[in-house]
Nanobody, 123 residues
């Protein structure tokens, strides 16, 4: 069993930055890619970014150049640095451990989800 715990969400003005953390515990995650999804009110959960154990990264077009995923293996933690935030980035952000489907990660390929952390960007 794997537990994923997110932190770092909050309220920020447009143009600001936030860093989300996802601490993993339990069985080894070495077979999984780690990613972030988000779900805005009234919308479906969508893929944001993923990082494979080979350090390949994949970003949704909407966040390229603004968001950066990284990990600290010693801490078993994955980070999402979000810069130049926009009101449309407002959503609940979920950490995920799963498998890649080409250049994306589908919800059906996620083995473990975190509980989510709210990010609100004011205009």
């Amino acid at each position: 069993q794997v537990q994923l715990v997110e932190s770092g969400g909050g309220l920020v003005q447009a143009g600001g930055s936030l860093r989300l953390s996802c601490a993993a515990s339990g069985r080894t995650l070495s077979t999984y890619a780690m990613g972030w999804f988000r779900q805005a009110p009234g919308k479906e959960r969508e893929f944001v970014v993923a990082l494979t154990w080979g350090y390949n990264t994949y970003y949704a077009d909407s966040v390229k150049g603004r968001f950066t995923i990284s990990r600290d293996n010693a801490k078993n933690t994955v980070y999402l640095q979000m810069n130049s935030l926009k009101p449309e980035d407002t959503a609940i952000y979920y950490c995920a451990a799963g498998f890649m489907a080409g250049a994306t990660m589908r919800g059906s390929d996620v083995g473990y989800w975190g509980q989510g952390t709210q990010v609100t960007v004011s205009s």
